[in-house]
């Protein structure tokens, strides 16, 4: 009998615990059902956003990859047009900083196969503005960044500045995130090179040898101009 009643008692504690539940769905089901369904709309449209954005990441990436390629499809007008549309673009931070680079890069090749004068002096300018645009607003982006410090100081050496430049340099060597990569071994080499460049360009201080005085005259022709046979 007491097993029976403690049975009884147990059942009717399970049927007291269901009642309470569903009367609770039936008070607040809706707007369980609500909630369940915000929760995955939400869930869907975060994929969706996520899977937009790789794929514009990977266009940005194909784009940039063209813009720099040696393809003679690609007029050097074309791109540096190409380089500066991705330069400007907003959604991708790394692919912007990246084209800057390659902008300043290509503006210094140019300057060097011009010739000396204004020209020449406004090709280093646009070279110098893509790498400072570089290091003023992509801090957060420091292998860039360190790529654009050494852009910076080669056209210093250029311009022979060699004070800018040892500046740009030891800029790299400050960043704490690029520490080990090319860049470092690149700025501490060129470092050690700037002492070398920094010296004079020597000037020749010596005529150039002029032959003996009368040593191409026949003997009897030699002797003083003024003498009198």
């Known amino acids: 009998m007491k097993a029976k009643r403690r049975h ?20 607040y089901g809706t707007w369980i059902g609500w909630g369940a369904l915000i929760v995955a709309l939400v869930v869907l449209v975060v994929v969706y956003l996520a899977r937009q954005r ?13 813009a720099m390629s040696e393809s003679p499809d ?12 991705l330069a400007a673009q907003t959604d991708s931070k790394p692919i ?12 210094a090749r140019q300057a060097l196969s011009a ?27 420091p292998v860039f960044v360190a790529k654009a410090h050494i852009g910076l100081a080669k056209l210093a050496e250029t311009r022979r500045d060699f004070q800018a430049a040892r500046a740009e340099y030891n800029a790299v ?19 050690g090179q700037l002492s ?26 030699q002797g003083s101009a003024t003498t009198q046979p």
């Open 196 to 221: 070398s460049l920094e010296q004079p360009i020597p000037m020749a201080t010596t005529l150039p040898t002029q032959p003996a005085e009368d040593e191409d005259l026949p003997a009897e022709q």
């Open 74 to 85: 690609i007029t050097p007008e074309d791109r540096l047009a190409r380089l500066q549309a």
């Open 115 to 141: 010739e000396a004068g204004a020209e020449r002096t406004s090709y280093l300018d646009r070279a110098a503005e893509a790498y400072s645009r570089l290091v003023a607003e992509f801090g957060e982006e």
């Open 173 to 191: 060597l400050a960043i704490p995130a690029v520490q080990g990569l090319p860049a470092v071994a690149v700025a501490r080499q060129s470092l």
């Open 8 to 27: 009884e008692l147990h059942q009717n504690a399970l049927d007291a615990e269901l009642h309470k539940i569903i009367g609770f769905f039936k008070r």
């Open 96 to 107: 912007a900083a990246e084209a800057l680079v390659a902008l300043g890069d290509t503006y």
């Open 54 to 66: 790789e794929h514009r990441d990977l266009q940005l990436r194909q784009d940039l990859n063209a």
